[in-house]
């Protein structure tokens, strides 16, 4: 299922990602790290489309964070930097940094997913 999602969000097709990611979790099978690494992937290469990461995070953004804190795979830092890149595209800076802040460890990818959503949002001096 992973390797279909995936492929959902090559083709800028998130909203088919997300429909995947629910059949899985009705059939009995829960999302991972790279399920949701994955969605969030394809949440942020279709929003600024169709599905307005612009305009609050997106509803298959937020359905796939919840499915993350679910799981208890929010504090993962590859999840959480998706997730931290997501929202600071919608212009949810307080919720990217709330999210960095919670990361059990962080590495240059999440430093680097702060540093840019901060940039984008003209909020560079809050480094």
Same mark, same amino acid.
């Given at each position: 299922m992973n390797i279909m999602i995936s492929g959902y969000g090559e083709i800028y097709k998130g909203e088919k990602a997300v429909e995947l990611m629910e059949r899985m979790v009705i059939s009995g099978c829960q999302p991972n790290d790279v399920t949701c690494i994955n969605i969030i992937a394809a949440c942020v290469k279709s929003g600024d489309i169709k599905f307005g990461v612009k305009d609050g995070a997106s509803r298959m953004g937020k359905q796939v964070h919840a499915a993350a804190l679910k799981e208890?795979?929010?504090?993962?830092?590859?999840?959480?930097?998706?997730?931290?890149?997501?929202?600071?595209? +919608?212009?949810?800076?307080?919720?990217?940094?709330?999210?960095?802040?919670?990361?059990?460890?962080?590495?240059?990818?999440?430093?680097?997913?702060?540093?840019?959503?901060? +940039?984008?949002?003209?909020?560079?001096?809050?480094?």
């Open positions: 208890a795979l929010d504090s993962d830092m590859y999840v959480g930097s998706g997730l931290i890149t997501l929202y600071s595209r +919608s212009g949810k800076v307080d919720v990217a940094k709330s999210i960095f802040n919670g990361l059990l460890a962080v590495d240059i990818v999440c430093w680097d997913s702060i540093i840019a959503g901060l +940039s984008l949002n003209s909020l560079e001096k809050e480094l």
